[in-house]
């Protein structure tokens, strides 16, 4: 009898103890609710805040003939020419580089490279590459390509350069996306007669290249961006000209001499306006920040509408 | 009922065994240091089916994956003994294993359909051997091997829909007829129902009894059910030892070991 009186009085005490307990449960949940949605706003009214104070500043200067004049003494008559069109050359030149090598270093990693301590080593150092500052390839290749090899302060030795600078997310993308090729896949072509290669270039490469395309376009907007290795390897701020056309009137018709033309390229132009004095400058750099935004956005809107057709055409 | 089942199947698998098309002697295989298989001796008959059963891990799948080598894609297995087909040692340093496999047909536990068309499935392996010369000799390879797959009618007006489309057994039956698209001899099967309803497997099972004419085949399950309803000869493994082989009348109704005996009477696995 004591004893179920004791029992009670005990299940009593539990119920208190849990219904305090669950209201500050509840209140911590709530807590966390406000501070994640402050953590949420925080970036993305800074980023709206930039976006819109850009839009201001730059759009009134954006014009056709902000588009297709040369820089110039005078705010008003200066264009991003020279800029744009490097930017798009050099960032074709990183494309065709680093595209090719980094996916066929994924491959050569992820499906034919023994493991061992080697490719261990090689696994950890082309993820850390990934995070040097793009500084140190700036400084790499002036001595490696500049001066080295001899290829000038050119739109090559820009490719070049920042074709390396993002290699690695090139590779590391490419073994993720192999990676998640499922077995079942290689074993069905293997099991038909299939060599390596070919189950390589039939299957795995198709199933994983959405994702290799995720890893080139996260690369290319980075080069897209990229002011300081440009600026150590002598990209030029001020430039009057165009690089030669690749397509020619004469025999042979094509031209590569282009690539050893000298350039500028559009975050520098930008960098260039924005640190001199006076108000026109100012909204110069930030119409050219949004004509490099607008590519950036471009190019990966091409990249992603890829990656939507390559989905299509497997049919999972 | 299974009695009269095993007395016309008896004569298949006593016959056949004349002719070995698949024969094993003394195969070890070992992942790393861990022994897989130990010392397996076995002769398998062209023109029948023989069922490897046998509870979880006991090397059944292993054993299957030598005799079209797929063992060779795991870094750390180890194959030693001797495996011949129609004599000829397969592990020999003559053997191409992407040729074998062209010989040696495989079908996996888990349907693997390409994602690609229905026809593309079936056209892939002949088209990396090159087997058809032109468009019409492809299309009349795909129709026949789809055909001999028991899934051409179900098919054959939507051979450009992704095959990922069809349902379980349609795509087993497709990854079958895949298989049998590259002319193969030999055609194993890796629990090729585990993972269809009971219906589906009833057709894959009859499918299999129909193939059973022109190929060897070599079926692994741990469903002794199945091994006693498609197969002429059955081996059963424990612990990666070949405990016992025979013809499946005999393994079923009078086993000489008595771990068969327990397995067979559910006493484990």
């Known amino acids: 009898m004591a004893e179920t009186a004791t029992e009670f009085v005990h299940a009593a005490d539990r119920a208190g103890v849990r219904r305090t307990r669950n209201a500050r449960r509840r209140k911590t949940e709530q807590v966390f609710r406000v501070v994640g949605m402050a953590a949420t706003m925080i970036g993305l009214v800074a980023l709206a805040a930039l976006l819109i104070d850009l839009a201001i500043t730059g759009l009134p200067r954006l014009s056709y003939a902000f588009l297709t004049n040369f820089p110039s003494r005078r705010a008003a008559q200066a264009g991003i020419l020279a800029a744009w069109v490097g930017s798009l050359l050099v960032i074709l030149v990183t494309a065709l580089i680093a595209v090719p090598i980094g996916v066929a270093a994924g491959i050569y990693l992820e499906e034919y490279a023994p493991r061992n301590r080697w490719t261990d080593a090689i696994e950890i150092n082309v993820s850390n590459l990934a995070g040097v500052p793009s500084i140190i390839y700036g400084l790499l290749a002036l001595g490696l390509f500049v001066y080295g090899l001899g290829t000038g302060r050119s739109i090559f030795t820009a490719g070049l350069t920042l074709a390396l600078l993002i290699l690695p997310v090139i590779i590391v993308a490419t073994r993720e996306a192999i990676r998640a090729v499922p077995a079942s896949l290689r074993e069905a072509a293997l099991g038909l007669g299939a060599t390596d290669w070919q189950v390589t270039r039939d299957h795995v490469l198709p199933a994983a290249m959405p994702g290799v395309l995720t890893g080139v376009i996260i690369g290319i907007s980075r080069a897209l961006g990229e002011t300081a290795p440009l600026i150590t390897i002598g990209a030029l701020t001020f430039i009057a000209f165009l690089p030669t056309p690749p397509l020619q009137a004469q025999f042979p018709f094509v031209s590569l001499q282009w690539l050893s033309d000298p350039f500028t390229v559009l975050p520098i132009q930008a960098f260039n306006w924005v640190s001199r004095p006076g108000n026109d400058f100012a909204s110069n750099a930030a119409a050219a920040s949004i004509v490099l935004l607008v590519i950036t956005l471009g190019l990966n809107g091409v990249a992603i509408w890829l990656r939507a057709r390559l989905r299509k055409n497997l049919k999972w | ?269």
């Open chain 2, 1 to 269: 009922m299974l009695d009269g089942a095993f007395r016309a199947a008896n004569g298949a698998g006593e016959s056949a065994l004349a002719l070995a098309k698949i024969a094993a002697d003394g195969i070890n295989v070992h992942y790393g240091a861990k022994q897989a298989l130990e010392n397996v001796s076995v002769q398998i008959p062209s023109n029948a089916v023989t069922a490897f059963i046998g509870p979880s891990g006991c090397g059944k799948s292993t054993f299957l994956r030598c005799i079209n080598r797929m063992n060779d894609t795991i870094a750390s297995c180890r194959v030693t003994g001797h495996l011949t087909i129609d004599g000829h040692d397969i592990y020999g340093a003559d053997v191409d294993p992407v040729e074998l496999r062209s010989r040696v047909g495989m079908v996996f536990q888990k349907p693997n359909p390409f994602p690609k068309s229905i026809f593309d499935n079936v056209a892939y392996g002949p088209r990396i051997h090159g087997l058809a010369t032109n468009k019409a000799d492809m299309e009349q390879i795909v129709a026949a091997s789809l055909q001999k797959a028991g899934l051409w009618a179900e098919v054959k007006d939507r051979l450009g829909d992704p095959a990922m489309g069809l349902s379980g057994g349609q795509q087993q039956r497709l990854c079958i007829a895949r298989a049998i698209a590259v002319d193969p001899e030999i055609i194993l099967m890796d629990e090729p129902c585990s993972a269809l309803d009971p219906i589906a497997t009833a057709r894959i099972e009859e499918l299999i009894d129909d193939l059973r004419q022109s190929y060897c085949l070599v079926i692994v399950t741990h469903s002794f059910a199945q091994a006693a309803r498609v197969s002429q000869r059955t081996a059963f493994f424990h612990l990666g030892l070949l405990v016992e082989e025979g013809t499946t009348e005999q393994i079923f109704s009078a086993p000489r070991d008595t771990r068969t005996q327990d397995y067979i009477t559910g006493r484990f696995g």
